[in-house]
């Protein structure tokens, strides 16, 4: 990459009001001048090291500015609690990767920098944003973070497993009873290997995955009066079948954050089926998995996903530490980077604009199933950018940990935690 964006940048109005005042010691300017911008990224593996690449090509680029991402010391997964906890104690980092659904939680700070006008009157233009990219990093009308990532959910299969057990492959358009008949037969518990897996944290790796199954049966995350949940009956068949899962020992369960283990048991050709996004096909080619990837299985018939579209959110700690992060984060989401993050760490385009770029089009026909993932855009949702969700997820992440245990059957996990989200929701905010 040899071409930088422009140095001068327009922070929004919000923004600059916060961000007056002079450069100085407490700014991070060193007696050089450059300016260096904490990064806590959350990444791991190959997304890691696809971020840091970045990191360093960017750093070269940008003399005046040292990116340094090796603080943090913490997964995305639980990069909430830790910024939250960062905030709270006054010794935040300048940017953080930020899942879209905790966005409206962490933008209640003060510190959390408007973008309207540096990313809606900047380049790449604003609509060449997919729709679910543009929702996540907008709460209440104005951009309160940056774009970083955009996925879709899918099952990646190991055909090699299929034809030993002489399982026909699935095809899209099949339903969650399959899915668990097909689970139960490819699970060889003395050989070790499992039909499928599913993250039992209770964290949002755990939850994320559930709602695709309630949108299809009609639920909602809240419910249209704002009021209460939406999913109280949706939960609990969504439970339901995860609880067939645990009932025949067909599901791997992943008691670490950031499902590595379930993902490892997948690579080293033990499981049969998880439901994973296209992050992960990187780590199935260099595994020489012979795979294939088909859309989620459904109850109506008709087909629906979630997209995650994760963000880069920015803090302020000073007007030249504030600039040197915004210019960061619009150098990231430009075309030519943004296509190098999403074929090195195995995303999504963030914008047709990228999606045109002849690297990400050579990237797309050469890898196996991506196109799977790209055209479940079509019927992908994402999850409500409200200030709840932290806690609606939550409680939901315990239920289904409760049914993946069998410590409770699905209507008393859903009715517990519907309580919970209710209450969370009556909450002013």
């Not at 943090?72 to 899942?99: H, R």
């Not at 543009?134 to 879709?152: E, F, H, I, M, Q």
Request: hydrophobic share 45%.
């Amino acid at each position: 990459m040899t071409r930088a964006i422009p140095r001068r940048l327009v922070l929004g109005a919000a923004a600059a009001g916060a961000l007056a005042g002079c450069a100085g010691p407490s700014d991070g300017v060193g007696s050089d001048g450059t300016v260096t911008v904490e990064l806590w990224h959350g990444q791991n593996d190959t997304a890691r090291k696809a971020v840091e690449a970045l990191v360093a090509e960017f750093n070269r680029t940008h003399p005046r500015i040292r990116v340094d991402s090796s603080g943090g010391g913490v997964l995305a997964d639980a990069m909430l609690q830790k910024v939250t906890a960062a905030l709270a104690a006054g010794s935040y980092p300048d940017i953080a990767y930020v899942f879209g659904s905790d966005l409206a939680s962490v933008a209640r700070s003060p510190r959390v920098v408007d973008l309207t006008s540096a990313l809606r009157g900047g380049s790449p233009p604003w609509n060449s944003f997919w729709p679910p990219v543009r929702d996540a990093v907008t709460v209440n009308g104005a951009v309160r973070a940056a774009p970083a990532a955009l996925d879709s959910l899918a099952v990646v299969y190991n055909k090699k497993l299929f034809r030993q057990v002489g399982i026909p492959f699935p095809q899209a358009g099949w339903t969650w009873d399959a899915f668990v008949d097909t689970a139960r037969r490819l699970t060889a518990s003395g050989r070790g290997v499992f039909g499928t897996g599913w993250p039992g944290t209770g964290d949002e790796d755990t939850v994320w995955r559930l709602w695709p199954m309630i949108w299809d049966l009609g639920g909602d995350v809240v419910a249209a009066d704002g009021k209460g949940v939406g999913f109280a009956a949706q939960g609990a068949r969504a439970l339901s079948t995860l609880a067939r899962l645990a009932h025949d020992k067909s599901v791997y369960i992943d008691p670490k954050t950031g499902s590595e283990q379930m993902y490892q048991v997948f690579l080293g050709g033990r499981m049969g089926m998880v439901a994973t996004g296209p992050w992960q096909l990187p780590d199935v080619r260099a595994a020489k998995v012979d795979y294939g990837v088909v859309p989620l299985p459904s109850y109506s018939g008709r087909p629906v996903t979630i997209s995650g579209p994760d963000t880069w959110t920015v803090f302020d700690n000073g007007s030249a530490r504030s600039r040197a992060a915004v210019e960061f984060v619009r150098w990231m989401v430009q075309p030519s980077q943004d296509a190098r993050w999403d074929i090195s760490a195995g995303g999504l385009p963030l914008t047709s604009a990228t999606a045109r770029r002849a690297e990400w089009r050579r990237h797309a026909e050469t890898t196996e199933g991506l196109d799977v993932f790209t055209a479940a855009l079509d019927s992908a949702r994402v999850r409500p950018v409200h200030a709840a969700y932290p806690q609606i997820s939550q409680a939901l992440g315990e239920a289904v940990v409760s049914v993946l245990l069998g410590k409770d059957s699905p209507a008393q996990a859903i009715r517990r935690c519907a309580d919970r989200a209710d209450a969370a929701l009556l909450i002013p905010r």
